[in-house]
């Protein structure tokens, strides 16, 4: 059951994926991500991260998503975008580059050994970590955020205050000695 | 139980076609979708690791993630908005000024 | 301390002035002035400290210390010492107050203040040296003040090149001077003037290989070397050919650098190694013969010169090798003696001259001059005052200073006494040309421009005053007993110089040699106020002779075409020939080259994101595949 799901998740992310990059038009772009978005929430409800995937659909595909379709729309650009004329290199590159990694995967036999495993780790962890795993996925991170990364994440909210300051000044007519159309 | 190195697979090649369309893509807008495509490749990573080490250290970066690329977006479609405005057009050819 | 103030005086002026000019303006004569007099009291007191004692030395600071090579900045006070600074302090203030009437309204009147009292940091430095390389530098610093003192105007050509001229000349002279030191501490090992008196006897056995078979004694070669630099700064011939043409600069400036104190410094110089020299008969030869020859051209030249300037600039010339051949024939207390009376009427001279020269606005040939006797009283009586301490007529101290040098000549040899003669030949010449100066400019009808003559009047009294402290000097100091205070400092070749006054040989040149200046005056009466025209009917008789005088025996015209005309030939060569041809392109090709490349590379900055985007994937591609298959 857990690999039939994965694999499903697995094939529309990618070809959802290469979509957002194939795609002419910008809006079926968007489209194809949001699709891929909601897949990799699904993927993500299968790795019991339940609270990721509500955030990944909540922040991914509701907020983020929109904004995109928002200045697409607004921008009201025309349909026909053809590709790079380095189209040829990219996409060699990308393939060399996938081989490569695969390769490295491969070699690596990264998880596919039963050592590393949850038991394994679940012994070597600390106690802590042990009695959050117990506990459910949003409390788990909620108590890690608040706890071991209270820094990194007061630094998280600072960067979207400036980048909030940021997006109004720089979409703001008139702001920045920018001529008014 | 499916391998780890399946979810590795699975986000090298969404990373890699992230990474090709900004390569290839003219329109800058497709540029930044292609970014946040690599940008979900590398959560997948997170969340696939998180689970098989049992740490939930990988899902909290996760949500950084997140906040970056929220943030990214807010900035780099206000920085297009802007482009626009002055250039009339989001082809990132046509913003060459820096050179020679 | 004091004495370090003396030379410190002059140069916080200079900094003074040059550093502020700009906001001093017509008021840097003060600071000069006060400094320069501050300078003379100090002098005073030495003058007063070192004639009751022993001589002063003093080192102020460790300047060089390399190995075994060390320098101090030091002074060396004695009597000789003393002298000189009284001469350059005294002659310097005098100038000083002049220039301030004499400069009145020029352009850089606090520029050129500046720059005298620079001169008369690096002259008193100069005299007060205790070491070779002291004196060497302000030998070259006080080189330098007069280059920049003749282009005072610098926006006259003729001014240029005159001060390129003399600084050239001078340039021949001490590539010698440091040859001559470099030697001096490659065989003593040390700088310093006493090491090198107490060592000089036991070097003089010494000799080095010229030119693979000459043997010179190493004394000999040194004392050439370093009078190399004095035949350049004193102006002794050949290298004479500067001072004239450096009449370009003001005259103030000719009566301080070019008659009193810098052109004297190859004098003093002799006679401040007279321990070194004294130890080589050849070299003082040479000296004594380069001086008397010099002496006798420059005064024949003097006799036909128009410009009032040049005849007083020849007869500079013609004085100083006077003094180089008193101290080549071992007189050295003669030639210092002649070298302070001479500092006082010479500077009397070319004051005077400066005074006329203002008055005339500007006019310095004496064929339009003439009558000024009543118009320039003050003027006329002190140039008269001048010219017979020149000419040596009795009672002025011109009259002592030559006879002392022609009685310390006649006792001194063979050599000696050819001199003399010579001496007694200039003598007649000079008295010749100074009483034709006097009388073509000052007596006579007047020749003046109509324009300027209505305007004739005495310059100011900051001018006039220092004219007749002059005049005064010029008669005292003959009588103050220069000689026997020298004496003791300045030994000859056998001991302290002796003079023999009492002797009939000496009464008998005392009385040639005031004949020969009486006669030259009743010469030059007879030529130019007995039977006017006779100047004009005697050069046609000898033109040759006239041609000669008239064009400085063409020596200007022989170094032209010997060394200046190939130099420059020589350097077009290179200049087109190696310069432009292979330095040039070589250098030009390289930034061609450089152009090109840069012109290609330049075409990867396209400005395309996307195409460094590409570039950083390669790499990144490329770094992986690295990894991946090593």
């Known amino acids: 059951m857990e690999t039939v799901a994965f694999f499903?998740?697995?094939?529309?992310?990618?070809?959802?994926?290469?979509?957002?990059?194939?795609?002419?038009?910008?809006?079926?772009?968007?489209?194809?991500?949001?699709?891929?978005?909601?897949?990799?929430?699904?993927?993500?409800?299968?790795?019991?991260?339940?609270?990721?995937?509500?955030?990944?659909?909540?922040?991914?595909?509701?907020?983020?998503?929109?904004?995109?379709?928002f200045v697409v729309m607004l921008l009201n650009l025309k349909q026909d975008d053809s590709y790079q004329r380095q189209v040829g290199w990219g996409i060699g590159l990308g393939i060399v580059g996938l081989a490569e990694m695969i390769y490295l995967v491969?070699?690596?036999?990264?998880?596919?050994?039963?050592?590393?495993?949850?038991?394994?780790?679940?012994?070597?962890?600390?106690?802590?970590?042990?009695?959050?795993?117990?506990?459910?996925?949003?409390?788990?991170?909620?108590?890690?955020?608040?706890?071991?990364?209270?820094?990194?994440?007061?630094?998280?909210?600072?960067?979207?205050?400036?980048?909030?300051?940021?997006a109004i000044l720089l979409a703001k007519k008139g702001v920045l000695g920018m001529k008014e159309p | 139980m499916v391998p780890l190195s399946y979810y590795m697979v699975l986000s090298a090649i969404v990373f890699l076609t992230g990474f090709v369309g900004v390569l290839i893509r003219r329109n800058i807008i497709i540029l930044l979708l292609s970014i946040e495509l690599m940008l979900n490749a590398?959560?997948?990573?997170?969340?696939?690791?998180?689970?098989?080490?049992?740490?939930?250290?990988?899902?909290?970066?996760?949500?950084?993630?997140?906040?970056?690329?929220?943030?990214?977006?807010?900035?780099?479609?206000?920085?297009?908005?802007?482009?626009?405005?002055?250039?009339?057009t989001v082809n990132v050819e046509d913003l060459n000024l820096m050179k020679w | 301390m004091k004495y370090v103030l003396i030379p410190l005086l002059p140069f916080?002026?200079?900094?003074?002035?040059?550093?502020?000019?700009?906001?001093?303006?017509?008021?840097?004569?003060?600071?000069?002035?006060?400094?320069?007099?501050?300078?003379?009291?100090?002098?005073?007191?030495?003058?007063?400290?070192?004639?009751?004692?022993?001589?002063?030395?003093?080192?102020?600071?460790?300047?060089?210390?390399?190995?075994?090579?060390?320098?101090?900045?030091?002074?060396?006070?004695?009597?000789?010492?003393?002298?000189?600074?009284?001469?350059?302090?005294?002659?310097?203030?005098?100038?000083?107050?002049?220039?301030?009437?004499?400069?009145?309204?020029?352009?850089?009147?606090?520029?050129?203040?500046?720059?005298?009292?620079?001169?008369?940091?690096?002259?008193?430095?100069?005299?007060?040296?205790?070491?070779?390389?002291?004196?060497?530098?302000?030998?070259?610093?006080?080189?330098?003040?007069?280059y920049l003192l003749i282009g005072h105007w610098y926006d006259r050509k003729s001014a240029n090149d005159a001060a390129t001229k003399a600084f050239v000349?001078?340039?021949?002279?001490?590539?010698?001077?440091?040859?001559?030191?470099?030697?001096?501490?490659?065989?003593f090992g040390t700088l310093q003037y006493q090491e090198v008196f107490a060592g000089a006897a036991s070097q003089a056995a010494l000799t080095l290989n010229v030119g693979g078979h000459w043997q010179v004694g190493v004394l000999t070669m040194i004392c050439l070397l370093l009078y190399a630099g004095a035949v350049g700064k004193s102006a002794q011939f050949p290298l004479h050919v500067w001072l004239p043409d450096a009449m370009e600069g003001p005259t103030p400036i000719s009566a301080l650098i070019?008659?009193?104190?810098?052109?004297?410094?190859?004098?003093?110089?002799?006679?401040?190694?007279?321990?070194?020299?004294?130890?080589?008969?050849?070299?003082?030869?040479?000296?004594?013969?380069?001086?008397?020859f010099t002496a006798i051209f420059a005064a024949t030249i003097a006799i036909t010169q128009n410009d009032i300037k040049r005849v007083v600039a020849y007869s500079t010339v013609s004085q100083l090798g006077y003094m180089m051949m008193a101290c080549g024939l071992g007189v050295y207390t003669a030639g210092m003696y002649h070298l302070l009376t001479h500092g006082a009427f010479k500077a009397l001279l070319f004051l005077g001259c400066g005074s006329v020269i203002i008055a005339l606005h500007h006019e310095q040939d004496i064929r339009r001059m003439g009558g000024l006797k009543d118009k320039l009283p003050i003027t006329y009586w002190t140039f008269v005052i001048g010219s017979i301490a020149l000419a040596g007529i009795p009672l002025t101290s011109g009259f002592f200073s030559k006879d002392e040098i022609l009685i310390g000549a006649w006792t001194a040899g063979t050599l000696g006494k050819t001199l003399a003669v010579v001496?007694?030949?200039?003598?007649?010449?000079?008295?010749?040309?100074?009483?034709?100066?006097?009388?073509?400019?000052?007596?006579?009808?007047?020749?003046?421009?109509?324009?300027?003559?209505?305007?004739?009047?005495?310059?100011?009294?900051?001018?006039?005053?220092?004219?007749?402290?002059?005049?005064?000097?010029?008669?005292?100091?003959?009588?103050?007993?220069i000689p026997e205070f020298l004496a003791s400092v300045l030994p000859g070749p056998s001991g302290p110089a002796e003079t023999h006054h009492g002797s009939p040989e000496a009464m008998a040149i005392m009385v040639i040699a005031s004949l020969a200046g009486i006669g030259g005056i009743a010469a030059a009466y007879m030529i130019y106020v007995g039977s006017p025209g006779l100047s004009k009917r005697l050069a046609a008789q000898w033109p040759s002779?006239?041609?000669?005088?008239?064009?400085?025996?063409?020596?200007?015209?022989?170094?032209?075409?010997?060394?200046?005309?190939?130099?420059?030939?020589?350097?077009?060569?290179l200049w087109r020939g190696v310069d432009v041809a292979v330095i040039d392109a070589a250098v030009n090709g390289v930034a061609r080259v450089v152009t090109f490349w840069s012109g290609m590379l330049r075409l990867l900055q396209s400005g395309q994101v996307q195409h460094y985007a590409l570039a950083m994937a390669l790499g990144a591609v490329a770094i992986l595949g690295v990894y991946v298959l090593f």
């Open chain 3, 258 to 292: 070019h008659a009193a104190t810098m052109v004297t410094a190859g004098v003093f110089m002799v006679a401040r190694l007279a321990p070194l020299y004294n130890l080589s008969p050849a070299a003082m030869d040479v000296v004594a013969v380069t001086g008397g």
């Open chain 3, 169 to 187: 000349v001078n340039r021949v002279g001490d590539f010698g001077f440091g040859l001559g030191v470099m030697l001096i501490f490659a065989i």
């Open chain 3, 545 to 573: 002779a006239y041609g000669l005088s008239l064009n400085k025996w063409y020596m200007d015209e022989l170094y032209d075409a010997w060394i200046v005309k190939p130099t420059t030939e020589a350097a077009d060569i």
């Open chain 3, 423 to 481: 001496g007694l030949m200039t003598a007649f010449l000079t008295a010749f040309y100074s009483a034709r100066l006097v009388f073509v400019a000052f007596w006579g009808p007047s020749r003046v421009d109509p324009k300027h003559a209505q305007h004739i009047h005495e310059p100011s009294p900051t001018m006039t005053v220092p004219l007749m402290i002059l005049a005064a000097l010029a008669i005292i100091t003959g009588y103050v007993g």
């Open chain 1, 106 to 166: 491969l070699s690596a036999q990264v998880g596919n050994s039963p050592a590393i495993g949850t038991a394994a780790l679940q012994a070597s962890a600390s106690p802590k970590v042990a009695a959050i795993v117990t506990r459910g996925n949003t409390e788990a991170i909620g108590y890690m955020l608040y706890t071991k990364y209270l820094f990194p994440f007061e630094v998280a909210s600072l960067i979207l205050l400036v980048a909030m300051i940021g």
């Open chain 1, 8 to 69: 499903y998740f697995a094939a529309v992310i990618v070809l959802t994926a290469v979509l957002v990059v194939a795609f002419r038009n910008p809006i079926y772009s968007v489209i194809a991500l949001l699709v891929m978005f909601f897949h990799v929430a699904g993927l993500f409800v299968t790795l019991h991260a339940e609270f990721l995937a509500a955030v990944q659909i909540v922040v991914y595909a509701g907020a983020i998503l929109v904004l995109y379709l």
């Open chain 2, 42 to 88: 590398t959560n997948i990573n997170f969340v696939a690791f998180s689970h098989y080490l049992n740490d939930v250290s990988g899902q909290v970066f996760v949500f950084f993630t997140l906040t970056v690329a929220a943030a990214e977006v807010a900035v780099g479609l206000a920085i297009i908005i802007a482009l626009y405005r002055g250039k009339a």
């Open chain 3, 12 to 146: 916080a002026a200079f900094l003074i002035i040059g550093l502020c000019g700009h906001w001093i303006r017509e008021r840097a004569h003060w600071i000069a002035v006060t400094a320069v007099f501050g300078s003379l009291l100090l002098s005073v007191s030495a003058f007063i400290d070192v004639a009751q004692g022993e001589p002063i030395t003093m080192t102020l600071y460790s300047w060089i210390s390399s190995g075994t090579f060390k320098v101090d900045i030091g002074f060396y006070i004695d009597r000789l010492t003393v002298a000189m600074l009284l001469l350059v302090t005294i002659v310097s203030g005098l100038v000083h107050i002049y220039m301030i009437g004499y400069m009145h309204g020029e352009s850089g009147y606090p520029r050129f203040f500046a720059y005298i009292a620079l001169f008369t940091f690096s002259m008193l430095m100069l005299v007060m040296a205790d070491n070779f390389l002291q004196l060497y530098v302000f030998w070259e610093a006080v080189g330098l003040c007069s």
